[in-house]
């Protein structure tokens, strides 16, 4: 059964602090994709990234950097610097990758609230 | 760039009514899901739909739940006899014809229950 374990449940730093939320997935499929999601309070789910299980290697994208590791099955994700607007609950998410699968449901993880005070 | 759209942005029903949320997904996409969000909770998956008949469904899509895609362009989501505890965000989403396109969410809809 596939599961994705957030045990941060909430985060407090201050402004400019870096701040890493970590995400540990369990799956039986040999292919799959792993994601972030931001929910700012707002309550929309926001895209940040999609992994390949093939693709190990690490992204940045401006101060957002993500860290995976096929060996401890860990999929995560830093915000260097943190600004006030990154406060938001944030989603590590799984999903099977098979080619003509026509379900490819995604599996959440319980999330992390991340709070950066000014 | 296209969206998933849905609509309304939130239902407020009497508990025992029947509820129908809607969603239009992005126009070339054929896979349609819905998930649900209980209030401080993390979302889940409810249904996935394609060639006009349900892929998957999870536990709690019971016989409560039912989609539909009535024209070709909304996805649909009926509650009969709402309950309390299906006070949620639903939130829509579709994808391409293969798997390794990524889902697209729409903003969700917030339904409470009064």
New interface residues.
């Given amino acids: 059964a596939q599961k994705v374990t957030q045990a941060q449940t909430e985060i407090s730093v201050v402004e400019k602090e870096d701040v890493t939320l970590d995400c540990v997935y369990e799956t039986r499929d040999t292919t799959y ?1 792993l994601f972030w999601y931001k929910q700012p309070p707002s ?3 926001v ?1 940040l990234i ?1 992994r390949n299980s093939f693709d190990e290697q690490n992204e940045i994208s401006g101060r957002y950097s993500w860290n995976f590791q096929k060996s401890t099955s860990s999929f995560n994700f830093t915000i260097t610097a943190s600004q006030v607007v990154d406060s938001a609950v944030y ?1 590590c ?1 799984l ?17 992390t609230r991340l709070s950066i005070r000014p | 760039e296209p969206e998933v759209t849905q609509t309304p942005s939130h239902q407020v029903t009497q508990m025992g009514q029947e509820v129908i949320l809607r969603c239009v997904p992005i126009s070339n996409h054929l896979y349609f899901y819905w998930y649900r969000q209980i209030l401080g909770q993390k979302v889940e998956f409810l249904v996935s739909f394609y060639n006009n008949e349900i892929s998957e469904k999870s536990e709690i899509f019971d016989d409560q739940f039912s989609v539909e895609r009535p024209d070709g362009s909304n996805f649909t989501l009926k509650i009969r006899s709402t309950k309390l505890e299906d006070s949620a965000m639903y939130f829509c989403a579709s994808r391409e014809d293969t798997s390794n396109q990524p889902q697209h969410f729409g903003d969700g809809t917030r339904l409470s229950i009064l």
């Fill in positions: 994709y309550g929309e789910l895209f999609r989603f998410a999903s099977e990758a098979l080619l003509y699968s026509s379900a490819s449901k995604i599996i959440f993880g319980s999330g």
